[in-house]
């Protein structure tokens, strides 16, 4: 997989994981508690491996290494 995510896109994704998570802790309901959680882990798995499917799909690269 060729990197197409730049450290700003990484730090956002890793913050929107973390309020995920946070937001998950608050909420009563199990189903919507799991599905916050699933998508905080998808966002640290696209900050960790700098890829992302929707970039990929539509062109997009912000990586400016790459």
């Known amino acids: 997989m060729k990197k197409n995510i730049g450290t700003a896109d990484r730090v956002f994704?890793?913050?929107?994981a973390l309020a995920l998570?946070?937001?998950?802790?608050f909420i009563p309901l199990l189903l919507f508690k799991v599905v916050?959680?699933?998508l905080g882990?998808?966002?640290i798995y696209e900050a960790l491996s700098?890829?992302?499917?929707?970039y990929k799909l539509i062109g997009r690269n912000t990586c400016p290494l790459e």
Do not use: G, T
């Open 13 to 16: 994704r890793l913050i929107l």
């Open 41 to 43: 882990v998808f966002c």
């Open 36 to 38: 916050f959680i699933l």
């Open 50 to 54: 700098s890829w992302c499917l929707f």
């Open 21 to 25: 998570f946070i937001v998950a802790i």
